[in-house]
């Protein structure tokens, strides 16, 4: 593991797009620095194409997952695949209160973990709408066969209204910070774990691709920096 040096970007005054966007680098950064990544890199027999992308919490592929269920990069870089355990027990998260505030989605939305408010502003364990599909896997060429058992991303289907939150783990919400309301994605004890679409529109630094700044912002200026406005 090695010190990095991030610069990341987000919406300062977010808005859903009205539509869900797909993952394509980490989902968000969290209030120490450290990037959500929920992606595994691997797929199987090697073939990205395939469709069928190894779940990374699954332990069908060994990636050296700590506690806080992240784990280091070849470049030295340390990423969370789920929820931060550490960072969360620092953060004083209790079940008995709204989560605080975790981090920064890509697309401007606060994240919290775990706990949140209902209507009523009674503390609620928020919970995935996604399910196990039914049956077995095709089989066949690049085909994994097998019962749907959580090995792979696919393995879930999203299951509208089955629980509290929408496909991108997140909900209309009133929370501490944003008292007359906001939109916010919840990590979340079931998968996805970490969100993997975004209400809004990303910001393009959280592309594998490399950052560009644009704004309106939220700066992010270093790997132990503080949130400004600007």
Not at 74 to 80: E, K, M, W
Not at 95 to 104: A, C, N, R, T, V
Not at 135 to 152: I, S
């Amino acid at each position: 593991i090695s010190s990095q040096a991030y610069r990341y970007t987000v919406p300062a005054h977010p808005q859903r797009s009205g539509q869900f966007a797909p993952l394509f680098g980490p989902f968000g950064v969290c209030i120490n620095g450290v990037p959500l990544d929920p992606g595994a890199a691997e797929f199987f027999h090697g073939d990205r194409g395939s469709g069928w992308q190894y779940e990374a919490l699954s332990g069908a592929v060994d990636l050296g997952l700590d506690e806080n269920h992240a784990h280091v990069q070849p470049t030295g870089a340390y990423h969370y695949h789920a929820a931060p355990t550490l960072l969360l027990n620092e953060a004083s998260l209790n079940p008995m209160q709204h989560s605080p505030l975790i981090g920064w989605a890509a697309d401007g939305f606060p994240i919290y973990a775990l706990y949140g408010w209902d209507e009523n502003e009674n503390v609620r364990q928020m919970a995935s709408s996604h399910r196990l599909r039914a049956g077995a896997r095709p089989t066949g060429e690049n085909q994994p066969g097998g019962t749907y058992d959580g090995t792979f991303v696919a393995d879930y289907e999203y299951i509208e209204g089955a629980a509290s939150l929408d496909e991108c783990n997140g909900k209309q919400v009133v929370t501490p910070d944003f008292p007359d309301g906001t939109y916010a994605y919840f990590i979340t004890e079931e998968w996805p774990f970490i969100p993997r679409c975004y209400a809004g529109t990303p910001s393009a630094d959280f592309s594998h691709g490399g950052p560009s700044l644009r704004g309106p912002t939220l700066v992010w200026p270093g790997s132990w920096g503080q949130i400004k406005k600007r």
